[in-house]
């Protein structure tokens, strides 16, 4: 009898009792299942106890054996039960229609006491199936209703005969994994899969072709092979870098590589599933392997676990959305205390740092320019030979990475002409475009495709894979359409796949994509009110960089951008690399549009200074320290140059905003030796106070849509001049202060015409009481005297000396007839280590001190740390070490220094020093962000505290605007 047959007999049966379940249901279904009719017991007594005492004796319904001999093992002697045990198989048990399916009651308690390792219960509504695991849950092999049970009918065939038979000579054979036929069967299973997999590149459609991966450890260039070895190892890389690409590689090959059953199984495993599909290590690598392997159980997955029998690929650990600290402490557990090897990857921009110390770090690198023109040439067959030069600008960032190189290449060449996407977000658009268009798609089919993906890709990004929703938006979407040609379109495509929990999209980025196309529909409310909520969870920082990119509508572009400017600073900087610049046409370029372009300039000028700086908003143009006046632009553009020069300076409250002509000649340009002009890209010159700055707007591939980018151009360009002068947080930092005051002090001590009892003028041996007083009687009247006496006052104010925030001074003196020495050699080792302490307190308060209250913005990508190290003395080997750990702003934050004779190691493993240390206040090794090794001359000199909190704040200005 066919299944379809069987359930739609049964359904249209009006069903009252247990025994019409049991007979019109499930009878049947055990003999398509392939159960032997004279193998099955109806009414089976089981057996149970508790303790020594004898439970009351239970009837399964329906119990399969192995044997037809079951009828003569009925009873409790231990020979019966022994045969029961041996031979007992599944156990069926049966409801009323609207009796509730309890799968914690009668059919576990059977399973239980008659050792069966399988068992199914159904009320002829809902239908389950389980295998049983020893130490576990029982497996819910599948569970659904039972007019489901023809679609779902390949999940429970898991459950026939040959297959519940294998499952029990496993559970026969204590401590063995598996037969080598049944791991063949695996590795046979992975192979195609391999196949498919690296065919597959952002879609299904695309053949697959060689990622030639810039594989790069520790600043070194690396080959493919450097990574099949059996160390554990994180792999970051940007978006479509190839990270997935690279694990099914290294499955394939690591499959090749280890061959006997005895030694490790690869198996990937997909960070999107984590918390949803599967919630540990063990459960997901029992759900890779269910499917090919119905037999095996957690327990055995568990069991070779702990040995070591696995290579765990676990990719895009970025989507992990649920418990992920949990997963990070698994995974460093399971590399510190078992030999499986695991390898992690990792979005480069969300790698959290979670395996610094343990994990060896690989990242994916975008291809330099020669490799770019080389594989230009090879995806293209020879068609594409071009140097670098000749690509676009805003065109080669995009092709660096391997996957938008390939689909460049797919959609470029047509008809003799070159498509040129600007972004990332164009060329996907180009992209599924030529897609449709191949599929013949109307305009109106298009877009009922693209609805459907954008719905979907909402839902499932926050959901996960659902086929049915999936279905559920089809048809709303295809209402008067053609459903099931609609669909067979979209998966034609190429651009969805089945994946654990149902259909999905085939690669992250194209899910992203869709996001951004459905939100692109929206209205300025709908748009601010997703923002609201959404733009300061880092998962959807790509989608908003797509929005930017797809909205053709510059009105609605500019309510994104806006809302980015005054939220989400370092997003917006992103946001503006990847935005679709509009093309201006030559009737507009006019006097008035130079007015509303240089006023957009001062408002994302201004809007970012006044939110995000606003304390140090005196070292900008157009402000002052006492915060008179206003900020204010002359400008003048040139059309016919494509150039803008401008002065922003603080004008007074009456002054205009905006001072701005149209002219002929503008831009600078470089002479030759022989008088030919080369324009350049930009420059700055100073006229007194103030900053004309030029632009040439062709040159650096703005064009003229392009006053938000100059805007913050200007800002990086005068954050970088404020921290190489290292002097914009001096007033504000009391150590800085002090080493600066202290230095100033040196030089006017070693002026030759300074008195005798000044010489030794410092604020190691003087208050600042004495300080001040001592210069003002010194007689001598300059700057640098001004300067000391004011630094000092501003001191006096909140300290009466400075002894707290002062280098700490040698405790050694020279052996006589000594007169040279080296730089640390007065010190003892206590007295070293006391200094390089005091420095490190110091340094780490002053930073966190200006990333949380000058300027709090720089708080998002610096977090709070406490620094764990060593110094240690080799001669001029010396140096100090130490690693970053996160803490709670509440928690100490004092570096714990110790001394040591020789270095100790933190990558790739920490020495046990660091792991005591950690445990010692109450952190692991997740908590540690990196670490940081220097010689240890670079802690004397006079401006220690300088180039330390100043090097620190510049890093982190880098990772909140990108290079200054």
């Avoid at 239908?127 to 007019?147: H, L, P, Q, R, W």
């Avoid at 995974?331 to 695991?342: A, F, G, M, S």
């Avoid at 046409?585 to 001062?602: P, T």
């Avoid at 004309?692 to 849509?705: A, I, Q, T, V």
Wanted: proline share 2%; glycine share 4%; hydrophobic share 35%.
């Amino acid at each position: 009898m066919n299944i379809s047959i069987l359930i739609d007999d049964f359904l249209k049966q009006n069903i009252q009792s247990e025994a019409e379940v049991r007979s019109k249901l499930i009878v049947p279904l055990l003999e398509l299942l392939e159960y032997p009719k004279d193998f099955r017991a109806e009414e089976f007594p089981v057996y149970g106890y508790e303790g020594s005492k004898a439970l009351k004796t239970k009837a399964a319904d329906f119990l399969q054996f192995t044997s037809n001999e079951f009828d003569e093992h009925r009873g409790k002697s231990d020979s019966e039960v022994e045969w029961v045990y041996k031979h007992s198989l599944l156990v069926f048990e049966a409801k009323k229609p609207k009796e509730k399916i309890l799968v914690k009651g009668q059919p576990v308690f059977y399973s239980a006491w008659t050792k069966s390792v399988a068992y199914m219960i159904s009320n002829g509504t809902d239908i389950e199936g389980y295998v049983v695991n020893a130490n576990y849950s029982d497996t819910c092999v599948f569970s659904c209703k039972v007019k489901e049970i023809p679609e779902k009918w390949e999940e429970l065939n898991l459950l026939n005969y040959n297959r519940v038979l294998e499952l029990k000579k496993s559970a026969d054979v204590k401590g063995k994994w598996t037969n080598r036929d049944i791991y063949e069967n695996y590795k046979n299973a992975m192979r195609v899969r391999c196949t498919e997999e690296l065919c597959t590149c952002v879609d299904r459609s695309l053949k697959e072709f060689t990622y030639d991966l810039n594989i790069i450890k520790n600043g070194e260039s690396k080959g493919y092979d450097d990574i099949l070895d059996n160390t554990c190892k994180i792999i970051t890389s940007e978006p479509g870098g190839g990270k997935s690409y690279l694990m099914w590689m290294l499955m394939r090959d690591y499959l090749s590589k280890y061959n006997e059953d005895e030694e490790k199984i690869p198996v990937i495993l997909e960070g999107r599933y984590y918390g949803k599909v599967f919630h540990s290590i063990v459960d997901g690598i029992y759900e890779e392997f269910k499917m090919v392997l119905p037999y095996v159980t957690k327990e055995l997955i568990e069991k070779r676990l702990r040995e070591g029998g696995f290579i765990i690929l676990f990719d895009a650990l970025d989507e992990v959305e649920h418990d992920y600290d949990v997963l990070v402490y698994n995974l460093h557990q399971l590399r510190r205390n078992t030999d499986n090897i695991i390898i992690v990857t990792s979005r480069m921009q969300n790698y959290k740092g979670d395996f610094c110390t343990e994990f060896v770090h690989y990242s994916l690198e975008p291809l330099d320019d020669d490799r770019v023109t080389e594989l230009l040439k090879q995806y293209s067959h020879g068609e594409m030979q071009v140097q670098i030069h000749q690509i676009p600008k805003q065109l080669i960032e995009v092709i660096r990475t391997p996957l938008f190189l390939k689909m460049f290449v797919s959609i470029s060449k047509k008809d003799n002409q070159y498509k040129i996407p600007s972004n990332h977000a164009a060329l996907f658009q180009e992209y599924i475009t030529e897609k449709m268009k191949a599929l013949s798609c109307s305009l109106y089919d298009e877009n009922v495709m693209k609805s459907v993906l954008g719905e979907y890709a909402m839902y499932s990004y926050e959901n996960g894979d659902s086929t049915e929703q999936f279905f559920e938006i089809l048809d709303n979407a295809c209402v008067g359409l053609n459903k099931t040609n609609m669909y067979e379109k979209i998966w034609k495509t190429g651009l969805m796949a089945d994946g654990l929990q149902g259909i999905k999209f085939c690669h992250k980025a194209l899910e992203e994509f869709f996001i951004a196309v459905e939100l692109s529909t929206w209205s300025k409310v709908q748009l601010i009110s997703w923002l609201d909520s959404n733009v300061l969870k880092e998962r959807y920082n790509e989608v908003i960089c797509y929005l930017t990119g797809i909205i053709s509508n510059q009105q609605k572009q500019n309510y994104v951008l806006d809302y980015l400017e005054t939220h989400h600073l370092q997003l917006f900087i992103k946001a503006l690399e990847s935005r679709r610049n509009f093309d201006i046409i030559e009737i507009d370029l006019d006097s008035e549009y130079a007015q509303s372009y240089y006023a957009q300039i001062l408002k994302t000028y201004d809007t970012i200074v006044q939110t995000y700086f606003y304390k140090i908003r005196h070292v900008f143009d157009g402000y002052n320290i006492q915060g008179a006046g206003k900020v204010c632009i002359r400008g003048d553009m040139s059309f016919a140059q494509k150039s803008i020069s401008m002065i922003i300076y603080n004008g007074t409250p009456e002054a205009k905003n905006l001072d701005v002509t149209v002219s002929a000649e503008n831009g600078m340009h470089m002479v030759t030796a022989d008088g030919a002009t080369i324009p350049i890209n930009s420059s700055v010159f100073s006229i007194g106070v103030l900053h004309e700055r030029y632009y040439n707007l062709e040159l650096l591939s703005y064009g003229f849509d392009s006053s938000r980018e100059i805007a913050v151009d200007i800002i990086k360009n005068q954050i970088k001049v404020a921290l190489d002068q290292k002097s914009v947080f001096d007033i504000d930092i009391d150590v800085l202060l002090v080493e600066r005051t202290e230095k100033e002090l040196k030089k006017l001590r070693n002026e030759r015409e300074i008195r005798k009892d000044i010489r030794d003028l410092s604020l190691y041996v003087d208050d600042i009481s004495s300080v001040i007083s001592k210069v003002t009687e010194s007689g001598i009247f300059n700057q640098d005297v001004d300067r000391i006496i004011t630094f000092c006052k501003v001191l006096k104010l909140r300290m009466n000396n400075a002894e707290n925030f002062l280098d700490v001074k040698a405790d050694l003196t020279l052996e006589p007839g000594r007169h040279s020495y080296w730089f640390d050699e007065l010190y003892s080792d206590e007295q070293l280590v006391r200094k390089i302490e005091r420095i490190l307190t110091l340094s780490n308060e002053a930073v966190q001190t200006i990333t949380t209250d000058i300027i709090p913005v720089l708080s998002t990508v610096r977090p709070v740390t406490r620094l764990i190290g060593v110094v240690h003395r080799k001669g001029k080997f010396s140096g100090v070490s130490y690693i970053r750990v996160e803490v709670r702003k509440d928690e100490d934050t004092a570096p714990i220094i110790e001394f040591r004779e020789d270095d100790i190691q933190t990558y790739p493993n920490l020495d046990s020093y660091y792991v005591d240390k950690l445990k010692q206040i109450g952190k692991s090794e997740n908590s540690v962000l990196g670490s940081n090794s220097s010689v240890l001359h670079l802690y004397f000199g006079d401006d220690v505290f300088h180039d330390l909190i100043y090097g620190e704040i510049k890093e982190a200005f880098v990772s909140l605007l990108g290079k200054l």
